[in-house]
């Protein structure tokens, strides 16, 4: 995949274990709703996605590291319909500062290690939520 610059993905609802890893020069990557798991590694170490990652707003699962080592993000929008994030989700992402949950409705609850963010949070500057989250577990 060392040529792959731009990735739209549109009717599939499983990214697969390790399916982009180390894709290093993917810069545009868009989803659409039908969109339900990243897999394991499915993305780590991808260092030229955007700054700003929009995670598809239906998606449920995210699986070990599957963004881990993607330098290049400053802000994830992170759906609050997750509701299975497996840890490390964001490890090494050094350039994570801000955190904006989007949807409705009440928020995932999650252990301190098993917050996606857990590995960074001492990077984190800004958490953001949308006005329609009700509730943050």
């Given amino acids: 995949c060392s040529a792959l610059s731009t990735l739209s993905i549109t009717n599939v609802q499983s990214i697969g274990h390790y399916a982009f890893c180390g894709c290093t020069q993917i810069t545009t990557i868009t989803f659409d709703s039908t969109m339900k ?46 509701t299975s994030n497996k840890p490390n989700t964001f490890t090494d992402c050094i350039n994570l500062k801000t955190i904006r949950i989007t949807g409705s409705g009440e928020m995932q609850s999650y252990s301190n290690q098993q917050q996606p963010w857990y590995t960074i949070m001492s990077q984190i500057t800004t958490v953001e939520f949308e006005s329609s989250i009700s509730s943050v577990g």
Avoid at 44 to 65: A, R
């Fill in 37 to 82: 798991t990243l897999g394991q590694y499915s993305f780590k170490g991808c260092t030229s996605l955007p700054s700003t990652l929009t995670l598809p707003s239906n998606l449920q699962t995210i699986g070990i590291e599957s963004l881990a080592g993607c330098t290049s993000i400053n802000t994830v929008e992170y759906p609050r319909s997750i």
